[in-house]
């Protein structure tokens, strides 16, 4: 039998290796997160309307995740939370689209939202970002989106990718169903266009 010092890790005799992680109850989106959460610090959105100009500054290795969670879940729409002190995300949750119709709607299970909003309290954070992508479309506000936001306090950010070459961010406050763009501050260039 193979094992390490902390048993972490075992070769089964069938080959297959037994580790301690909890596969039974393992859910979408903690799968979601090894792949694209991100953990930060540093101010990466202002959101506090207080201040004079609100916009979004995305941590660079965060703009990686984003782009690269969007463009695998294509032709879904994808979305995912940003949480951190106001003004700022300190750990950006990407979440299971659970809508029936993913292609060009979200959703975020209530299991989901709970965890978020636990994680949240337990950190003294607020939801401060809320992104989601347009698969096809230009990263705009739909209906849908506007009726539907509930953060007042968040940055809605969007990422379009209709050309895949070049996704698209482009970031909105969405208060009492009226709509206003934000700066993106210091627009990230793609990197494999930044060659
Ligand atoms: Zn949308």
């Known amino acids: 039998m193979v094992s390490d010092e902390t048993g972490a890790a075992e070769l089964q005799p069938d080959g297959s290796v037994k580790t301690d992680i909890d596969w039974v109850n393992v859910t979408t989106s903690d799968s979601l997160t090894a792949l694209y959460g991100w953990q930060g610090t540093g101010v990466v959105a202002t959101t506090d309307p207080a201040e004079g100009a609100p916009g979004l500054a995305l941590n660079p290795k965060l703009w990686e995740r984003l782009q690269a969670f969007g463009l695998t879940e294509k032709p879904y729409e994808c979305v995912g939370v940003g949480l951190g002190p106001v003004g700022e995300v300190h750990e950006f949750h990407p979440v299971e689209n659970v809508h029936e119709e993913p292609v060009t709607r979200y959703d975020i ?87």
């Open 109 to 195: 299970s209530a299991k989901d939202q709970l965890r978020l909003f636990r994680r949240a309290e337990e950190q003294g954070w607020e939801i401060t970002l809320m992104f989601h992508t347009h698969p096809a479309t230009e990263p705009e506000p739909s209906v849908t989106d506007v009726a539907n936001a509930g953060w007042p306090g968040a940055v809605y950010a969007i990422l379009g990718l209709a050309d895949p070459v070049r996704p698209k961010l482009r970031a909105w406050r969405i208060v009492d169903e009226t709509v206003s763009e934000l700066p993106v501050a210091g627009a990230p260039v793609p990197p494999h266009v930044a060659g």
